[in-house]
């Protein structure tokens, strides 16, 4: 029997497109599974930058405090920035466990479903549930990016950023101990703050900027297999935790820096200056950044300025102050920032005369 030549025998089938593929487990191709992660040296996840400038943030101070431990400029200002930086961080905490809770309960576009279709509708309805939030105004900030990316009306999420830390509870109550005698002053605040805030929602649906897009981060194939929503809870929290708090330590730095750089004969020498004296509360709110639950107290303290310019002070102040800025910039990024920001504090400073006049 002849042996058939080697280079004559046909070449195995190449399986085609119509051939059946191999049974895999289905996996779901969302944009957490798809989109690529951003990658650093040697293959590592890139730090974001908010955990950069925690990191800068904390071991820039602590060196110069070690260098020049005599200065007592120095240590007011690691006092300060300490201060600032210890106070905030519980309620950045808060807000980053709604934030994730919301990230992995809530159902995509649920939101958006609840809230009234109007923006003109929904835009107050945020207003009025920032009084459920039990945080200060660093809590708010990523919530507020959570309630967009998750359906919300961009307006109706930076509205309720506004309102959160203006008039839940526990400022208000905080606000009531510092002015005993005023209970005028508590009503006062509710108003001009919800009504700041609202009327900003309004304006931004109106000649806002958008917001950008939900971040998209990678997710192995076994997390998304299993879905498990605590897992997603703590990812979430973790990312938005060192993200937000590396710009909150940011803002802490500023705010330290300006405490310690603004002599206290310059806020005696405007405490007489008329009409410009609610200018400069409300432009020293912006530059101490003092958390919403204890402004109260030191706008209390403040008895050379008139109650309508202490007024302004509480309402700019959990609404823009530099460390917010910090955290606005690096969550909304600075095309928002720069628009949002400057368009607060105006409204901010109107209402509150406009209310003070009324009620105080």
């Not at 703590?234 to 990312?239: L, N, S, T, Y």
């Not at 950044?289 to 204890?294: G, Q």
């Not at 309508?308 to 969550?331: E, S, Y």
Request: aromatic letters at 6%; glycine letters at 8%; a positive charge.
């Amino acid at each position: 029997m002849t042996p058939v030549p080697t280079d004559s025998v046909p070449p195995a089938p190449v399986p085609t497109a119509a051939a059946p593929a191999a049974r895999t487990s289905p996996v779901p191709t969302t944009p957490e599974t798809t989109a690529p992660a951003r990658r650093g040296i040697a293959g590592r996840a890139a730090p974001s930058p908010g955990s950069v400038l925690a990191v800068l943030a904390v071991v820039v101070p602590v060196g110069l405090a070690v260098f020049y431990a005599d200065a007592d400029g120095m240590r007011a200002w690691c006092t300060i920035f300490l201060a600032v930086t210890i106070q905030a961080a519980p309620f950045l905490a808060l807000g980053v466990l709604v934030s994730g809770a919301v990230a992995a309960f809530v159902p995509d576009g649920a939101l958006g479903r609840v809230l009234p279709r109007r923006a003109t509708l929904a835009v107050p309805v945020a207003g009025v549930s920032g009084a459920v939030l039990p945080g200060c105004e660093c809590s708010s900030v990523p919530v507020a990016k959570r309630l967009a990316d998750n359906g919300a009306p961009p307006a109706a999420a930076l509205t309720f950023l506004l309102a959160a830390p203006a008039i839940n509870p526990i400022v208000l109550v905080s606000t009531a101990v510092a002015f005993p005698g005023t209970p005028e002053m508590v009503a006062a605040r509710f108003v001009a703050s919800l009504a700041a805030a609202v009327l900003v929602g309004l304006v931004w649906h109106r000649f806002g900027v958008p917001l950008p897009p939900p971040a998209t981060r990678a997710a192995s194939p076994a997390r998304a297999r299993a879905a498990w929503r605590w897992g997603r809870l703590a990812e979430v929290a973790g990312h938005d935790f060192l993200h937000a708090g590396g710009f909150l330590v940011l803002g802490a730095a500023l705010a330290a820096t300006l405490n310690v750089a603004v002599p206290r004969s310059a806020l005696d020498a405007v405490s007489d200056a008329g009409p410009l004296t609610v200018l400069a509360l409300a432009a020293l709110a912006v530059l101490l950044a003092i958390c919403s639950e204890a402004d109260a107290f030191v706008a209390a303290s403040m008895t050379q300025f008139p109650l309508t310019a202490r007024l302004a002070f509480l309402v700019v102040g959990p609404m823009v102050d530099v460390k917010l800025i910090a955290m606005q910039w690096g969550t909304f990024g600075r095309r928002v920032t720069t628009v949002f920001a400057p368009l607060t504090f105006v409204t901010a400073v109107l209402s509150a005369v406009v209310v003070g006049e009324i009620l105080l």
